[in-house]
Nanobody, 120 residues
Framework: VQLVESGGGLVQPGGSLRLSCAAS????????MRWYRQAPGKQREVVAILTSDGSTVYADSVKGRFTISRDNAKNTVYLQMKNLEPEDTAVYYC???????????????WGQGTQVTVPS
């Protein structure tokens, strides 16, 4: 399974961005999908989680501003980000728990990351 993120960039405070993460390759089933971020000098942290049954969980710092969603037909997960703040500046990573074939186990896969910069 390969994950490719897109949609990052430079945005002014209060602005919006939508990140995309497309999964490709051998995919039997995708379970939980997550967005993480890592700011300079900080540990990677989970931002949003979307389970296979549609449940969502958000970090307190992004609640009410970020929305995670998925398009199952496209094997793509999105992160809509609104009212962006300088503290949201980070590299954003897509992560998924997926199964490549009916006989293989489930594994975690990561994208390469996309930079989001919100200047102060």
């Amino acid at each position: 399974v390969q994950l490719v993120e897109s949609g990052g960039g430079l945005v002014q405070p209060g602005g919006s961005l939508r990140l995309s993460c497309a999964a490709s390759g051998s995919i039997f089933r995708i379970y939980t999908m997550r967005w993480y971020r890592q700011a300079p000098g900080k540990q990677r942290e989970v931002v949003a989680i979307l389970t296979s049954d549609g449940s969502t969980v958000y970090a307190d710092s992004v609640k009410g501003r970020f929305t995670i969603s998925r398009d199952n037909a496209k094997n793509t997960v999105y992160l809509q980000m609104k009212n962006l703040e300088p503290e949201d500046t980070a590299v954003y990573y897509c992560n998924t728990l997926a199964q490549e074939t009916i006989t293989t186990g489930s594994y975690n896969y990561w994208g390469q990351g996309t930079q989001v910069t919100v200047p102060s």
